[in-house]
């Protein structure tokens, strides 16, 4: 399929693709709050600014689209039919940069918690992952 768009009309479009205060984080965010979790967010003198962080239990959450990050096995972790280098490429360079990031975050004592977008479509799921995620930060449990 060829993009219909030009440079710059897509340059535009990618450019109001938003990493902070996603839909998906804000679920999470509601659901942890409700749980009586309080957090910092975006953290700037944390490597990779967390989306959400935790201080009084040394943990860290990252809400990763299943898109821009490559969930393995995923449905929503496609590739598209356009410009497939590209896409390939860019995906490596930041599944790279999220193990980077987290292994910088392990080494300053933090333990790092990723919570993908699929985990948090419905409802239910939303409420069953930050039940379940609340319950390792606050076992003070090491993260995988």
Request: hydrophobic share 40%; with cysteine.
């Amino acid at each position: 399929m060829v993009d219909t768009l030009t440079a710059r009309q897509r340059s535009d479009l990618m450019s109001k693709v938003k990493s902070k205060d996603t839909s998906p984080e804000i679920v999470l965010r509601r659901v942890l709050h409700r749980l009586g979790l309080r957090f910092r967010l975006h953290r700037k003198d944390l490597p990779g600014h967390p989306d959400i962080v935790l201080p009084r239990y040394k943990a860290v959450v990252m809400v990763h689209g299943c898109f821009w990050h490559h969930h393995s096995g995923c449905k929503n972790a496609t590739v598209p039919d356009t410009n497939t280098e590209f896409w390939m490429e860019k995906f490596a360079r930041n599944v790279e940069r999220d193990a980077r990031v987290e292994n910088e975050l392990k080494e300053l004592g933090w333990r790092v918690f990723v919570v993908w977008e699929c985990e948090l479509n419905t409802t239910s799921t939303a409420r069953e992952t930050g039940e379940r995620l609340a319950g390792l930060i606050t076992s003070n449990v090491a993260a995988d």
